[in-house]
C-alpha cells in the first residue's frame, strides 16, 4: 500500500479550498473576508497588535514553531532554559515574583490558585459575582463556597465590586477559611483599592488570590488602575489575550511574595494543564510580554488617547450614555442607547449586521468595547459614527421593551443569595436529569447557568430554582441573552440540569 501511494501521481493532499468542507476553517476563512471592525478579545485585533516584522515572520513560520518538547524548546511543566527564561522576563515586566505560562486558558489559573491553598472540605470565600470558572475549581476541589456580594450600580446596573466589610463579615462568621478569592476588575473595567482586602486576609492569615482577567496591561501605565500584583496580592491571574497580544486561551499566573510555594504551583498546573501544551500560544505569550516590557507605556498612552477621543465625540449625545467612573478601566468603553428604548443586545446586533462593527458583550441595557493599542483613529471613528448613526435613527420595535433599570433588577437577582441544598461537588456529581425549564421551579440545579458573556452564575450546582431564577431568565431571553446551561429540547424548549430525586 506505502508503495502504491509513493508511486502515485496525484498528490492526496491536492483539495482545492473551495471542495475543504471543514466548517470551523471555512467559518473562519468567512469570518476574515468580512473584515469585521472588531472592539471585541483578542487585543491584537487580528494582527495589528503585533509589531510588523514580527507579525510577518510569525505568519512565514506558524506551522514551523508548532512543535513539541524536542531539544532546545523546553518543557512547559518542569522549565530549565528558554520557556523559564520567557517567564522570567514576564514576571519582571508585569510586577511578579514568579510567572507561569497558561496555555488552558486564565480558567487553568483559577482553578491551580484554588488547588494550591484549598483542600476538599475546606472553606473558601468567592464574590457572587466570580466567573464561571471559579466555581469549576470549588467542584474540583470539593470546597465549601462561602460568598459576599458586591455593590450595585443603581444607574447602570453593574457591580461595583465587593466591599472589605463584606469580606470581614464572612471571616468572622467563618473563621475555618482557607482562601480569599476576588475578581478585579470586571468586565466594564471597575477597580477599587485591593490593599485593604489584601491587609485583612493576611492578618487573618490566609492568601488573596485575585481573578485579574481583564486586567493584564493596566500594570503597563499610571492613568489606568494599579494591579493586583502591587496592592498586596499573593496570586494574579491574567487574560493576556483580552487587551493585550497574546491568542486567545493564553494567559498568565503570576505569584507575588513569600506565601504560596512556586513548585506547588508547577505541580497543580502539570494536573490542570495539558502534557503536549501548545508552542504557539506559548510564544504568543512571550511576544506580548516583550512589546509590553519594550512598548508598554507608550502603547497604553496612544490607546488611552484613543479611548478619550471616542468619550468626547459620543458624551453629549441625546438618548446615549458612556460610562466613565474616577479609578475605572477607560480602555472598556461601555454604551448605553437605553434612552431611545434600545436594549444592549439589540445595539450590539445592529452595530454589527448594518455597519459590521463587533462588541465584545452586551447586556439588557448597555454595550462594551474594547479599545486596545491595536486600534486606530480610523477604527475608532467608525465604531463611534456607526453608534451614532444608529442613536440617530431611533429605536425600532424590538421583541422586549427595554427601560432604565432592567439591567439592575437583572444584577441584583443574578447577584442575590440562593437557597443551597448540596454542595456545588455533590449537585454536579449527583446522578441528573435534562427537565423543561418551565417546570423546574423547585429543583436542585445540576450545573451553572449563567448569561455567557460574561459568564457570572444567576445559579450555582445545588442551589433551588426559584420563579424569580425562571422569570430573570425568560426575559433576558426576550431581549436576546444567551445562557451557558440550557439547551435546547427535542421539542423545541429549553431545558436544564437538575439533580435527580431532590427537590426542595
Not at 502504491?4 to 476563512?29: K, R, T, W
Not at 494574579?236 to 513548585?263: A, C, E, W, Y
Not at 468619550?311 to 453629549?316: A, N, Y
Request: net charge negative; hydrophobic share 45%; charged share 20%.
Amino acid at each position: 500500500m506505502s508503495k502504491h501511494l509513493l508511486g502515485a501521481s496525484n498528490d492526496p493532499l491536492n483539495i482545492p479550498l473551495d471542495e475543504f468542507s471543514a466548517p470551523l476553517f471555512q467559518a473562519l476563512l468567512a469570518y476574515q473576508r468580512l473584515a469585521p471592525v472588531r472592539f471585541h478579545m483578542p487585543g491584537h485585533k487580528g494582527g495589528p497588535g503585533y509589531p510588523p516584522e514580527v507579525a510577518e515572520a510569525f505568519r512565514r513560520n506558524a506551522f514551523g514553531m508548532d512543535v513539541t518538547e524536542t531539544r532546545g524548546m523546553d518543557n512547559l511543566h518542569l522549565p530549565s532554559g528558554v520557556i523559564r527564561d520567557a517567564q522570567d522576563l514576564a514576571a519582571r515586566t508585569f510586577g511578579a515574583d514568579h510567572t507561569f505560562f497558561l496555555t488552558n486558558g486564565t480558567t487553568a489559573g483559577v482553578h491551580a490558585m484554588i488547588m494550591t491553598t484549598c483542600k476538599e472540605g475546606q472553606k473558601i470565600i468567592i464574590p457572587r459575582d466570580a466567573h464561571l470558572s471559579v466555581i469549576g475549581g470549588v467542584i474540583l476541589c470539593g470546597l465549601v463556597p462561602v460568598f459576599v456580594y458586591p455593590k450595585i450600580d443603581p444607574e447602570w446596573g453593574i457591580s461595583l465590586g465587593i466591599p472589605t466589610e463584606e469580606y470581614e463579615r464572612a471571616l468572622r462568621e467563618n473563621p475555618d477559611v482557607k482562601a480569599c478569592l476576588i475578581t478585579r476588575p470586571n468586565y466594564y473595567g471597575i477597580a477599587w483599592d485591593l490593599r485593604p482586602l489584601a491587609e485583612l486576609c493576611h492578618a487573618h492569615d490566609i492568601p488573596l488570590l485575585v481573578d485579574e482577567a481583564h486586567g493584564a496591561h493596566i500594570h503597563l501605565h499610571p492613568a489606568l488602575p494599579q494591579s493586583a500584583v502591587d496592592m498586596g496580592a499573593d496570586m494574579v491571574v491574567q487574560s493576556t489575550h483580552k487587551m493585550l497580544g497574546s491568542f486567545t486561551g493564553s494567559s498568565m499566573l503570576h505569584t507575588i511574595g513569600n506565601r504560596i510555594p512556586p513548585d506547588r504551583v508547577q505541580r497543580m498546573l502539570a494536573i490542570l494543564q495539558s502534557t503536549s501544551p501548545s508552542y504557539l500560544l506559548m510564544v504568543s505569550l512571550d511576544i506580548a510580554a516583550t512589546v509590553a516590557r519594550m512598548r508598554g507605556h507608550v502603547l497604553m498612552s496612544k490607546a488611552l488617547e484613543l479611548a478619550a477621543y471616542a468619550r468626547e465625540r459620543l458624551s453629549g449625545i441625546d438618548g446615549l450614555r458612556v460610562l466613565d467612573r474616577p479609578g475605572m478601566d477607560s480602555l472598556k468603553l461601555t454604551l448605553s442607547a437605553v434612552g431611545i428604548g434600545l436594549a444592549g443586545y439589540e445595539l450590539k446586533a445592529r452595530l454589527m449586521d448594518e455597519f459590521n462593527v463587533r462588541v465584545e458583550l452586551a447586556d439588557f441595557e448597555n454595550v462594551i468595547a474594547f479599545i486596545t493599542y491595536a486600534d486606530t483613529k480610523d477604527t475608532v471613528d467608525e465604531l463611534v459614527d456607526a453608534v451614532l448613526n444608529l442613536v440617530g435613527q431611533g429605536s425600532r420595535e424590538a421583541r422586549a421593551r427595554v427601560h432604565a433599570g432592567d439591567q439592575a433588577k437583572f444584577t441584583r437577582a443574578l447577584f442575590a443569595p440562593a437557597e443551597r441544598v448540596l454542595l456545588p461537588r455533590q449537585a454536579t456529581l449527583a446522578a441528573h436529569e435534562l427537565i423543561n425549564l418551565s417546570q423546574a421551579e423547585g429543583r436542585v440545579c445540576a450545573e451553572v447557568v449563567a448569561p455567557y458573556p460574561p459568564g457570572i452564575p444567576l445559579l450555582y450546582p445545588g442551589e433551588v430554582i426559584d420563579r424569580d431564577h425562571l422569570d430573570v431568565i425568560d426575559h433576558a431571553l426576550q431581549l436576546g441573552a444567551v445562557f451557558r446551561g440550557l439547551t435546547t429540547g427535542s421539542d423545541g424548549g429549553l431545558v436544564v440540569t437538575v439533580v435527580r430525586d431532590v427537590k426542595r
